[in-house]
């Protein structure tokens, strides 16, 4: 059975259909490099290797994010090849960046990968380490573009202070940026003045209004723990919390919707969650128990709490600030040992000073001064 035409065609799929001829023309011939994993597909379900290489494109060598060419991995991942002998690099764990011998040989350097609409997730800092390493060997690189999960006007939070970047945070964003890995990339190379040529497949059909479900593209799973579109439009909001020595879901069938572990007050985290002025939309939270597979407590009966909402948290990020803020009132004995991560994730030293303190409101009022400004920072690389 044919699968039906999605209203938004990925830059893979418009590129191998032939739609953006000159883009296409230019890398025929070329020698590629190819950035991907298991998201790299068309809409046929034609891995992006087998789909450009039969576009006649001279795909040479791959290169696998965090999780591996399929995804599907946690922590540090080896080099291998492919039956074909063609070579597959890790860009996660001890080389962050393609090195000049993997590039040796290549005019370009194209990427398919699916961002999650959120500063810490890792694809976002690999496309910025590969444009880094192709920048002074004048390869190209080239961006097969796939929509925002959270849409196109996504803006929330603090965005993040210089001395606070890191690899879950590689450039000046705020938690959730609204932005397409294309617009990413554009935006990057013109913060570090990059000399480096960027190309970019668009996506046909989607406009920033749209969400994921209005697309009509089938989710595919970018990372072990974002296995449907629920748990990805959540992350940006308890992944917040990863900094502490707390279960997230991570091993449950709800990740990024449920906060505890063996010795967590739920009673208590309710009652300063309901507290904090919580003005958040249609968002519910109850007691639970539960038992992650795996991470964090694995097979350890945890309390906690599960949130709940109508379809998709409206602000997922305000929703996280809110909870880390009942967090530290319920549980003022928690260990904090570990503020250095809790810095790279808020991304702001004052926000963080702040819930610290207990003054929501002032983190709040930050977190929105910042995302205002990206607004307005973020137009001159719209392409949607």
């Given at each position: 059975?044919?699968?039906?035409?999605?209203?938004?065609?990925?830059?893979?799929?418009?590129?191998?259909?032939?739609?953006?001829?000159?883009?296409?023309?230019s890398f025929q011939g070329k020698k590629i490099g190819l950035l991907t994993n298991q998201i790299g597909q068309t809409q046929t379900r034609q891995p992006a290797l087998?789909?450009?290489?039969?576009?006649?494109?001279?795909?040479?060598?791959?290169?696998?994010?965090?999780?591996?060419?399929?995804?599907?991995?946690?922590?540090?991942?080896?080099?291998?090849?492919?039956?074909?002998?063609?070579?597959?690099?890790?860009?996660?764990?001890?080389?962050?960046?393609?090195?000049?011998?993997?590039?040796?040989?290549?005019?370009?350097?194209?990427?398919?990968?699916?961002?999650?609409?959120?500063?810490?997730?890792?694809?976002?800092?690999?496309?910025?380490?590969?444009?880094?390493?192709?920048?002074?060997?004048?390869?190209?690189?080239?961006?097969?573009?796939?929509?925002?999960?959270?849409?196109?006007?996504?803006?929330?939070?603090?965005?993040?202070?210089?001395?606070?970047?890191?690899?879950?945070?590689?450039?000046?964003?705020?938690?959730?940026?609204?932005?397409?890995?294309?617009?990413?990339?554009?935006?990057?190379?013109?913060?570090?003045?990059?000399?480096?040529?960027?190309?970019?497949?668009?996506?046909?059909?989607?406009?920033?209004?749209?969400?994921?479900?209005?697309?009509d593209l089938k989710w595919r799973q970018p990372s072990p723990n974002l296995p449907d579109i629920q748990s990805a439009a959540w992350y940006p909001g308890l992944a917040?919390?990863?900094?502490?020595?707390?279960?997230?879901?991570?091993?449950?069938?709800?990740?990024?919707?449920?906060?505890?572990?063996?010795?967590?007050?739920?009673?208590?985290?309710?009652?300063?969650?309901?507290?904090?002025?919580?003005?958040?939309?249609?968002?519910?939270?109850?007691?639970?128990?539960?038992?992650?597979?795996?991470?964090?407590?694995?097979?350890?009966?945890?309390?906690?709490?599960?949130?709940?909402?109508k379809n998709f948290p409206a602000r997922p990020v305000e929703f996280g600030l809110r909870a880390m803020h009942a967090l530290l009132v319920s549980h003022p004995d928690?260990?904090?040992?570990?503020?250095?991560?809790?810095?790279?994730?808020?991304?702001?030293?004052?926000?963080?000073?702040?819930?610290?303190?207990?003054?929501?409101?002032?983190?709040?009022?930050?977190?929105?001064?910042?995302?205002?400004?990206?607004?307005?920072?973020?137009?001159?690389?719209?392409?949607?």
């Amino acid at each position: 059975m044919p699968i039906p035409s999605p209203i938004c065609l990925p830059g893979l799929d418009a590129l191998i259909a032939g739609h953006q001829s000159d883009l296409r023309q230019s890398f025929q011939g070329k020698k590629i490099g190819l950035l991907t994993n298991q998201i790299g597909q068309t809409q046929t379900r034609q891995p992006a290797l087998h789909a450009l290489r039969s576009s006649q494109f001279n795909v040479l060598a791959l290169f696998a994010p965090e999780h591996g060419p399929q995804g599907l991995l946690e922590g540090e991942i080896d080099h291998s090849k492919l039956e074909d002998d063609t070579p597959v690099y890790s860009l996660y764990g001890k080389t962050r960046r393609p090195t000049p011998q993997m590039l040796h040989g290549l005019d370009a350097v194209v990427c398919d990968l699916q961002d999650v609409g959120a500063r810490f997730y890792t694809n976002i800092s690999t496309v910025y380490e590969t444009m880094e390493a192709c920048a002074p060997l004048g390869i190209a690189v080239v961006i097969l573009d796939r929509p925002n999960p959270l849409g196109g006007l996504a803006v929330e939070g603090p965005t993040i202070d210089f001395h606070l970047m890191s690899f879950i945070g590689a450039a000046p964003l705020p938690v959730t940026h609204g932005l397409t890995l294309g617009e990413l990339a554009l935006r990057y190379r013109s913060w570090k003045k990059l000399d480096v040529e960027v190309k970019i497949a668009r996506i046909e059909g989607w406009t920033r209004a749209m969400l994921w479900n209005q697309t009509d593209l089938k989710w595919r799973q970018p990372s072990p723990n974002l296995p449907d579109i629920q748990s990805a439009a959540w992350y940006p909001g308890l992944a917040l919390l990863e900094f502490c020595n707390l279960s997230v879901g991570r091993g449950t069938k709800a990740p990024f919707q449920i906060l505890g572990s063996p010795n967590f007050r739920a009673k208590a985290f309710l009652d300063a969650f309901d507290a904090s002025d919580n003005a958040l939309e249609n968002i519910a939270a109850r007691a639970i128990e539960f038992t992650p597979t795996r991470a964090t407590f694995a097979g350890q009966t945890c309390a906690g709490v599960r949130f709940s909402c109508k379809n998709f948290p409206a602000r997922p990020v305000e929703f996280g600030l809110r909870a880390m803020h009942a967090l530290l009132v319920s549980h003022p004995d928690f260990p904090r040992d570990n503020w250095d991560l809790a810095g790279k994730l808020v991304g702001s030293q004052s926000v963080l000073q702040a819930l610290w303190n207990g003054d929501l409101s002032w983190a709040l009022e930050k977190a929105n001064a910042d995302a205002a400004e990206f607004r307005r920072q973020r137009a001159e690389f719209l392409i949607y």
